[in-house]
């Protein structure tokens, strides 16, 4: 296990799911970890605070609080997701859809300047980005130019480094489907993938930690997709 004593971190979007993973693991391996979420939230060992990823003002405040901390990782979707064949999509909904890039690029313009200077950066983008999976047309625009953002401010944030994890179909609190419904959908849906299966969480949380640890990555994005791209 990595050894994150002395480390602050925080994590947006770190209540559920992958960043509920990520958090977890963060603070197993020592780190002070202040968790940012839209709800409510009560996790062992972990600060929480109520904060929504598009208000920038209660971000600056967050990152000013806690200046020279050393991790950031956001894991929040800013909001609800489009998702259907691209000629029948609500056009708003595809456009709210992008909250998600909105809200890191929020996190990393006004959390940057509070971190410490070998401090790094994880963002989440997903499979779609890459290649076509029916209905995903709006999350895959958007997880496109989040690869793009990270790809490119890479560059403009040195020596802050800044990676992203693009994961596979992972079986998360985010769905809302429920028994045999639920399972068909993920079996279904990773039949074709050379791992046969979803991923869960800690499977995509270990690639963050990864990021945070590892020193010599940057401008970088992991894929633990179960060989979806590959396929």
């Given amino acids: 296990m990595p050894d ?27 780190a002070e ?3 940012g979420s839209r709800s409510e939230c009560d996790i062992d060992g972990v600060e929480c ?9 209660a971000l600056r405040t967050l990152f000013e609080k806690h200046h020279g901390f050393d991790y950031l990782v956001n894991a929040a979707t800013g909001g609800s997701r489009a998702i259907g064949p691209l000629l029948e999509m609500d056009l708003d909904g595809f456009q709210n859809s992008f909250a998600k890039l909105w809200g890191y690029v929020n996190s ?5 300047p509070h971190m410490s200077p070998d401090g790094a950066v994880v963002l989440i ?20 130019s989040v690869e793009a953002f990270i790809r490119l401010s ?8 800044i990676n992203g994890v693009s994961p596979g179909l992972i079986d998360t609190p985010m769905s809302p489907l429920e028994g045999e419904q639920r399972e068909n959908y993920y079996r279904d849906g990773t039949a074709a993938h050379l791992i046969p299966r979803a991923g869960t969480s800690a499977e995509v949380a ?3 930690i990864f990021l945070l640890e590892n020193e010599f990555v940057t401008g970088t994005i992991v894929d ?8």
């Fill in 49 to 57: 605070v109520q904060v929504d990823v598009l208000d920038r003002e």
């Fill in 154 to 161: 890479a560059n403009e944030i040195t020596p802050v480094r």
């Fill in 206 to 208: 270990s690639a963050v």
């Fill in 33 to 35: 970890v202040i968790v």
């Fill in 125 to 144: 983008s997903g499979y779609p980005a890459r290649k076509w999976r029916s209905g995903t047309i709006a999350i895959g625009s958007v997880g496109g």
């Fill in 224 to 231: 633990v997709d179960g060989g979806a791209i590959a396929t």
């Fill in 108 to 112: 990393v313009r006004l959390g940057v």
């Fill in 4 to 30: 994150f004593e002395n480390k602050k971190a925080i994590v947006l979007g770190g209540s559920s799911g992958i960043g509920l993973a990520a958090t977890e693991m963060l603070r197993d391996a020592g």
